[in-house]
């Protein structure tokens, strides 16, 4: 067969000056997972659920549907709990990540809307370290605290060497933004681990005595993802700022009323993904 060179060049002209058909576009966003807007107004585009099991990690109350993420956090998950698992010999029970389309939860959370939250209980749970527990022993798993019955310190008992290097060894992490515990587990961290850089990360907050809660920062190219605004790393959060938390008598302030509830703006983006309209390259 002779070759043609004019349909040759012709070819070579259209393989460079070609604009994508646009059904490439839609597959791309297709499989593309997005976190879109804040950590407390926000939503994921095609959220990927985490597995429900693995070295060193079980998820728990599956039938809350709340083990969607984006791919950073399972990657995150995942190797953290390889990590506990070889390190320590540990096991991460995972509570809520995430809906399938992020955004609102109708109850506790008011972050958790992007897949970049998860919470993870400090439980090692001793029936978890030997096997996989079944649906239905993941059903009835709660975090249980690990503060003394009058609220003014750790309960050794319920306390373990174990949880501190898990939380140090989470926080080190360079994906990881901040970890929120209650302000009484970051004093003990501070008394125990003086002067260390990634005590910067953990801030303290009401709640968080049962489990931690990891927020990763937006991934790269996340253009629709919105930071928070960096922490200081040259304050480890251990001065006057906890101080500031407790009252005389060793108990944590109580939480200031703010009123009714005031939802944030969510992105323009999040209505379609919510509402279950949202078609991969369709505007919104
Ligand atoms: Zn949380």
């Given at each position: 067969?002779?070759?043609?060179?004019?349909?040759?060049?012709?070819?070579?002209?259209?393989?460079?000056?070609?604009?994508?058909?646009?059904?490439?576009?839609?597959?791309?966003?297709?499989?593309?997972?997005?976190?879109?807007?804040?950590?407390?107004?926000?939503?994921?585009?095609?959220?990927?659920?985490?597995?429900?099991?693995?070295?060193?990690?079980?998820?728990?109350?599956?039938?809350?549907?709340?083990?969607?993420?984006?791919?950073?956090?399972?990657?995150?998950?995942?190797?953290?709990?390889?990590?506990?698992?070889?390190?320590?010999?540990?096991?991460?029970?995972?509570?809520?990540?995430?809906?399938?389309?992020?955004?609102?939860?109708?109850?506790?959370?008011?972050?958790?809307?992007?897949?970049?939250?998860?919470?993870?209980?400090?439980?090692?749970?001793?029936?978890?370290?030997?096997?996989?527990?079944?649906?239905?022993?993941?059903?009835?798993?709660?975090?249980?605290?690990?503060?003394?019955?009058?609220?003014?310190?750790?309960?050794?008992?319920?306390?373990?060497?174990?949880?501190?290097?898990?939380i140090k060894i989470a926080a080190s992490d360079k994906r990881v933004d901040r970890i929120?515990?209650?302000?009484?587990?970051?004093?003990?961290?501070?008394?125990?681990?003086?002067?260390?850089?990634?005590?910067?990360?953990?801030?303290?907050?009401?709640?968080?005595?049962?489990?931690?809660?990891?927020?990763?920062?937006?991934?790269?190219?996340?253009?629709?993802?919105?930071?928070?605004?960096?922490?200081?790393?040259?304050?480890?959060?251990?001065?006057?700022?906890?101080?500031?938390?407790?009252?005389?008598?060793?108990?944590?302030?109580?939480?200031?009323?703010?009123?009714?509830?005031?939802?944030?703006?969510?992105?323009?983006?999040?209505?379609?993904?919510?509402?279950?309209?949202?078609?991969?390259?369709?505007?919104?």
């Open positions: 067969m002779s070759r043609n060179p004019n349909l040759s060049l012709f070819i070579i002209l259209l393989s460079i000056f070609a604009v994508p058909y646009p059904g490439d576009a839609i597959a791309a966003e297709a499989a593309v997972t997005e976190s879109i807007g804040s950590y407390a107004a926000g939503c994921i585009r095609n959220a990927v659920p985490i597995p429900v099991s693995g070295e060193g990690f079980q998820v728990i109350r599956l039938s809350r549907g709340r083990y969607y993420a984006n791919p950073e956090t399972t990657e995150y998950i995942t190797s953290l709990a390889k990590d506990i698992s070889e390190k320590l010999g540990g096991i991460l029970l995972i509570g809520d990540v995430a809906q399938r389309t992020g955004g609102p939860m109708y109850d506790e959370h008011s972050s958790h809307q992007t897949g970049l939250d998860a919470d993870i209980l400090f439980w090692q749970h001793p029936i978890a370290l030997k096997r996989q527990l079944t649906i239905t022993e993941r059903a009835h798993i709660f975090p249980q605290s690990v503060l003394n019955s009058d609220q003014t310190g750790i309960d050794d008992f319920k306390w373990d060497v174990k949880i501190e290097e898990i929120f515990v209650n302000p009484i587990i970051k004093r003990r961290l501070c008394q125990t681990h003086p002067g260390e850089k990634w005590l910067g990360k953990l801030r303290p907050w009401y709640g968080h005595d049962g489990h931690f809660h990891v927020r990763l920062k937006c991934p790269p190219g996340g253009a629709l993802c919105e930071t928070q605004e960096p922490l200081n790393m040259f304050d480890d959060g251990c001065g006057s700022d906890l101080d500031g938390w407790f009252r005389p008598d060793g108990r944590i302030k109580s939480q200031p009323r703010t009123g009714k509830a005031t939802h944030a703006k969510l992105p323009d983006e999040c209505i379609p993904i919510l509402n279950g309209t949202y078609q991969p390259g369709r505007p919104y």
